[in-house]
């Protein structure tokens, strides 16, 4: 898979005739649809976007000109992860990943929704960090704390359960990158195992599970996009090897 970000004035590559996700690398947001069509089994393509100079058709399946979109059928999407990844849960049910009481259903929302500050406060620190404020440190660890406090409630390995669901896609991209803030010089945000040791926990088990393993990126390779886009000039392509391993000369015949 070319990991090349198209931009203003590239062309919409030929519909493949799978489903096709239009993404960032290095976005949470797709990060969470990724792991969702990966846990499924699904087969897709994958049209990777530069966000500063987007191409002129994104706006065809994402209006809000966000990422990830989803081209269900030909010409055809719908947008934002959350929308995406239960249309897929319930389009493709073979893998189910929600529970099947709308109870359990409606606590991992909560989940979710009480993780809202956390995400926002990692935001900051990553990319906005002269408007970071103490109590946003204070709310990123409340948040992680009690999340690491519904784990310990719900007793199983994942949030979902013995193996992981919408939920743990959900939270995880977030928690994948919180791991690269001690690396930016934002030491108050490092997951100390002391501290959350179940959740650092719950982390690992995470990496390991085959659909996170295939997309999973390493705290050092976050840290250097944010560092990237911090400087002014994200670095979209720097994961992206097309054209550089087949360009080699060959050896002239003696
Ligand atoms: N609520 C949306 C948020 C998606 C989002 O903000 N994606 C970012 C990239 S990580 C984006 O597309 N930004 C470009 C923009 O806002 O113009 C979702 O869950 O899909």
Redesign the pocket.
Known sequence: MSEKHLQTGDALPPYGGKLRLFA?RF????ERTVLVMNAKNLQYDTVFVN?DHKPEWLLNYSP?????ALEYEEGKGI????IINVYLDEKYPDVPLQSTDPLRRAEDKIIVELFSGVQSAFYTAAYNSHALQANMVETYHKGLVALQDTLRARGTKFLHGATPGLVDFTLFPFLERFEALPLVGKSEFELVKSKYELLVNYIEAMKIVPAVKLYYLSPETHAKFIESRNKGDANYNMLDTSGVCCMRPRKKKE
């Open positions: 960032m976005c949470p947001y797709a966000l809000k000109g966000t990422v990830p947008f934002d992860s959350n």
